[in-house]
């Protein structure tokens, strides 16, 4: 998952769609998958959410990204809310996490 701090253009998500694609090998297709939804909660959370619908998936974090990252699931709780997974991360504590959903 990158969040960006604003909405980018067609072209520029073609960019790192495209370099994505490169770097991890995926090939000529973006891999398909859940609809994330982030939103800022109060106090330095974020709020992740996806459809209940999309069975199997974990949200896991590393610290670090490349071949030393180890990813684990979050310790966070899954709490189903209007049809939606959600997961609520403090950000402001501790140090930097990457975050995926993943279908082991």
């Known amino acids: 998952m990158i969040i960006y701090n604003r909405a ?3 072209q520029e998500l073609a960019q790192v769609n495209n370099y994505l694609q490169t770097k991890y090998g995926l090939g000529g297709v973006a ?3 859940p609809t994330l939804t982030v939103a800022r909660g109060s ?35 899954v709490v189903p809310n209007n049809g939606q997974n959600t997961v609520t991360i403090q950000t402001n504590s501790g ?9 082991p």
Do not use: M, Y
Request: proline letters at 6%; glycine letters at 10%; zero cysteines.
């Open 8 to 10: 980018l253009s067609d």
């Open 31 to 33: 891999p398909t998958g």
């Open 95 to 103: 140090p930097a996490r990457f975050l995926r959903l993943h279908k």
């Open 43 to 77: 106090n330095g959370t974020l709020i992740i959410s996806w459809s209940v619908d999309e069975v199997g998936f974990d949200l896991e974090s590393t610290p670090v990204l490349g071949t030393g990252a180890n990813w684990t699931k979050v310790t966070e709780a």
